[in-house]
């Protein structure tokens, strides 16, 4: 994403201009505008005039148009497959979609047009300019972070992954806050049987052709910004299809995939499905090659937090209420939260995560903010959206008891001040 512009006044109001280029920055967009927000961007409406006997005529017209915003609608975006698991080749899957964004709301600046407080929706435009207006307070540290971030150059896809068993694959490309599903392949394969496995042998070939075929279409395999290409399955799948990928790169001399070679990571997993990846991200030969990541570093910490709560529960908290107990006492060693959290329309409660992110920053802990785009993010969220790991133990019936004790203590002096006074 590019940053066009960009003026923040110091109570927190201001506007910025953006231009998104790809999925992944509609995905910030998705996050950045709120409920009250206004948004400037280009739009297409249908415009009727009425002349003097009386006919109307109706065109649709290119224009800009500010809106207050009501409502934010995200849709991801879907390959040719993806949705119903179409083999490759298939004349009919589903074609592909790019992510789209649409924002709701009433008119909010004159045009020659349409009336001021008419309702519209604009459908956010790649490589088209967007204006983000909000009032004071609207961009906290959490907003300005997600702008800061989405503007750096050279982002891009990190890794690829190919989650196989026998006869289905699905190509996912993973970058700092999506996961993208590009296909999923299905190629039916015989039974083997003791008699004869010709037929076996044929949808096996058959899978591989086809898997390969995929992987040349989807898998930005020469990119520099790809770090590794894991190729995780149950079983020895993953093998097969690790080699027949190389005897097919020699066999047409294919140079750019022949040197990419040293980007392949072969993982075990438990299941042939997306979710898996969660459980490949978190395995040694990854981790060590993908430390730097923001999202591997979400997943292994997602891990620590599940583990610490089954050992040493007194040291990994969940939930809002308990999770900003833990902050007032600068015990969160790392916080864990969701960008689903800041996404409410309550100002109030997207307020109260942001003062939380920033009191564990300030006493110098960590900050993780998982995706909801990603399978880590999704587990978060069925977790309360928000987690932590302590960097001491505290028992919550013991502090739950403390601040019932400072409660009461803070009405009764409130009663005797109250008492005095009159």
Request: glycine share 6%; hydrophobic share 40%; with cysteine.
């Amino acid at each position: 994403m590019k940053l066009i512009g960009k003026r923040i006044e110091k109570d927190g109001s201001g506007h910025v201009t953006v231009r998104p280029e790809d999925d992944e920055d509609m995905w910030h967009l998705y996050n950045l505008i709120q409920e009250g927000d206004r948004v400037r961007a280009a739009g297409i409406r249908r415009v009727q005039n009425v002349s003097a006997t009386g006919s109307v005529d109706s065109k649709r017209v290119r224009l800009h148009l500010t809106l207050a915003v009501t409502r934010i609608n995200w849709s991801p975006s879907t390959a040719p497959g993806a949705e119903a698991g179409a083999a490759a080749g298939t004349p009919n899957a589903a074609p592909a979609t790019s992510a789209a964004v649409e924002v709701s709301g009433r008119v909010a600046e004159e045009n020659p047009h349409v009336k001021l407080g008419a309702f519209h929706t604009l459908e956010i435009e790649a490589n088209k300019d967007v204006r983000i207006e909000k009032d004071a307070g609207g961009w906290d540290s959490v907003a300005l972070g997600r702008v800061e971030e989405s503007c750096v150059p050279g982002r891009g896809a990190e890794v690829a992954a190919i989650v196989c068993g026998e006869g289905t694959a699905t190509f996912c490309l993973l970058s700092e806050h999506m996961t993208v599903v590009l296909q999923r392949l299905e190629v039916p394969i015989p039974r083997k049987i003791s008699t004869t496995s010709s037929a076996h042998e044929k949808g096996l070939a058959r899978f591989y052709q086809s898997l390969y075929a995929s992987f040349l279409r989807h898998v930005p395999y020469s990119a520099p910004s790809l770090r590794a290409i894991v190729i995780a399955s149950p079983g020895w799948v993953r093998d097969a299809v690790f080699d027949y990928i190389m005897s097919e790169a020699s066999r047409t001399s294919n140079k750019p995939l022949l040197a990419a070679r040293n980007k392949f990571i072969k993982v075990h997993v438990n299941s042939p499905h997306v979710h898996s990846l969660v459980e490949a991200l978190k395995s040694p030969e990854i981790a060590a090659q993908m430390k730097e990541t923001k999202f591997a570093r979400e997943g292994m910490m997602l891990d620590k937090f599940f583990k610490m709560l089954a050992t040493d529960e007194m040291r990994a908290w969940y939930g809002p209420d308990h999770v900003a107990l833990a902050s007032d006492r600068g015990a969160i060693g790392t916080l864990l939260i969701s960008d689903e959290l800041f996404r409410s329309s309550d100002a109030a409660q997207r307020k109260r995560f942001v003062d939380i992110v920033e009191d564990v920053k300030q006493k110098g802990g960590e900050v993780l903010i998982f995706s909801s785009m990603h399978e880590s993010g999704q587990q978060l969220n069925q977790l309360t959206g928000i987690a932590a790991i302590l960097t001491f133990p505290l028992d919550i019936e013991v502090v739950e008891a403390e601040e019932r004790e400072a409660k009461e203590e803070a009405e009764r002096k409130k009663a005797e001040e109250n008492g005095t006074a009159e």
